[in-house]
Nanobody, 118 residues
């Protein structure tokens, strides 16, 4: 089994910064990719950023330039640096892990709340 633990969420004023962390543990031999998704009230869950173990990254177009994803493969940890936060960034942020196996099994964290005040 695999467990994902997110941390770093909280309340921040518009224009501020937060850094989210997601640590994976359990039966992990190899990771295909890890990423961050978010879900705001009344909206569908959407991709924020993702990164492969090889370092390839993918960002939502609206967030590129403000958010940066990085990873520490040795510790199975992924980070999301969020700068110049806006009220519309308010959401629950979820960590996702996809294993590099034949099935490509994926796992989700419980989420961490980010609230940006104006």
């Amino acid at each position: 089994q695999v467990q994902l633990v997110e941390s770093g969420g909280g309340l921040v004023q518009a224009g501020g910064s937060l850094r989210l962390s997601c640590a994976a543990s359990g039966s992990i031999l190899s990771i295909r990719r890890m990423g961050w998704y978010r879900q705001a009230p009344g909206k569908q869950r959407e991709l924020v950023a993702a990164i492969t173990s090889g370092g390839n990254t993918n960002y939502a177009d609206s967030l590129k330039g403000r958010f940066t994803i990085s990873r520490d493969n040795a510790n199975n940890t992924v980070y999301l640096q969020m700068n110049s936060l806006k009220p519309e960034d308010t959401a629950v942020y979820y960590c996702r892990l996809v294993l590099n196996d034949f099935m490509g099994m994926d796992y989700w964290g419980k989420g961490t709340l980010v609230t940006v005040s104006s």
